[in-house]
């Protein structure tokens, strides 16, 4: 695709629920992040996906937070048991290589807890 | 710790005139920063870069300064226009093959005509 997709765009869901946010990165691009923005700061680095594999996770808050790229193509970001801490927009971005920048970010999901 | 740092949370600039953005980082492992500009609802744009190895890079209206001993970046628009009034987020890398960034908390800029 053109750019980095990510869905959905909101989600709303309830305490202890689970979620899963979809990214589809920039076709070709090996390089995969995960990132979690709150509200008034900048984003916060949560995980990095070389191809298929999951290079570096030391940025997931907790073992709530899990994230896949199983084919080396799209990811998905699973947060189980939700809590009210988890809210937050999460930015999925790629790059063509590994170490390549600049990193092409999607618009992100906006994530509610109630 | 927070280790990029972006102390003003919003700036105002006339249109017409120059912005000047800052951004101060502690890690001195860092040798790539980014800039970049984000829109409401929608996701981080990259603006412009520099390498440590750089002490200043220019694009158009875009001018970003790098004084490594000071561990202070900057930003420089100019001439400013209103389609610029967004927030801004400084970015920094290390060296290596992650390569994740580590984002400064933006500053709101706003272009008033």
């Known amino acids: 695709g053109a750019g980095v997709s990510q869905s959905p765009r909101y989600k709303v869901a309830k305490r202890g629920q689970d979620v899963a946010l979809r990214c589809d990165p920039i076709?070709?691009?090996?390089?995969l992040f995960w990132y979690q923005q709150a509200l008034g700061q900048g984003p916060e680095f949560l995980t990095y996906f070389q191809n298929e594999a999951q290079l570096d996770k030391s940025g997931l808050p907790s073992d709530r937070f899990f994230a896949e790229r199983p084919e080396g193509s799209v990811s998905t970001l699973k947060i189980q048991r939700t809590q009210q801490e988890d809210s937050a927009v999460y930015l999925c971005a790629s790059s063509l290589r590994e170490g390549d920048q600049p990193q092409h970010f999607g618009d992100g999901t906006r994530l509610s807890i109630l | 710790d927070q280790q990029v740092k972006q102390n003003s949370p919003s700036l105002s600039v006339q249109e017409g005139r120059i912005s000047i953005l800052n951004c101060d980082y502690t890690n001195s492992m860092f040798d790539y920063f980014l800039w970049y500009k984000k829109y409401p609802a929608e996701g981080p744009t990259f603006l412009i870069s520099?390498?440590?190895?750089?002490d200043k890079n220019e694009d158009g209206r875009f001018t970003v300064f790098l004084n490594k001993s000071a561990k202070h970046l900057s930003l420089h628009i100019v001439p400013s226009q209103p389609g610029d009034s967004a927030v801004y987020f400084c970015a920094a890398s290390a060296g290596g093959g992650a390569q994740k960034l580590v984002f400064g908390q933006g500053t709101r800029l706003t272009i008033n005509p």
């Open positions: 076709s070709g691009h090996v390089s």
């Open positions: 520099i390498s440590s190895i750089k």
